[in-house]
C-alpha cells in the first residue's frame, strides 16, 4: 500500500508544499481509519503526532 501512495501525481504549486503528498494521503487514511472524519479532527491528531525537533 505505501508503495503505490509513492505513485501518486502531485499537482500542487511546489513553492507552496510543505509536506509530500503521499505523506498526506497516508496520514488521513490512517486518522480515518481512527474514525477522525472531519478536517479540524485530522489537523489535531497530525500535529499532536508531527515530529518535534530535538534541541
Excluded at 502531485?10 to 509530500?20: A, F, M, S, T, V
Excluded at 503521499?22 to 499532536?48: D, H, P, Q, R, Y
Aim: glycine share 4%.
Amino acid at each position: 500500500m505505501i508503495s503505490l501512495m509513492k505513485n501518486i501525481e502531485d499537482l500542487r504549486q511546489k513553492k507552496k508544499i510543505k509536506y509530500p503528498i503521499n505523506e498526506v494521503v497516508g496520514m488521513v487514511l490512517f486518522v480515518s481509519l481512527g474514525n477522525a472524519n472531519e478536517w479540524t479532527e485530522i489537523k489535531v491528531f497530525c500535529n499532536s503526532h508531527e515530529d518535534q525537533p530535538t534541541a
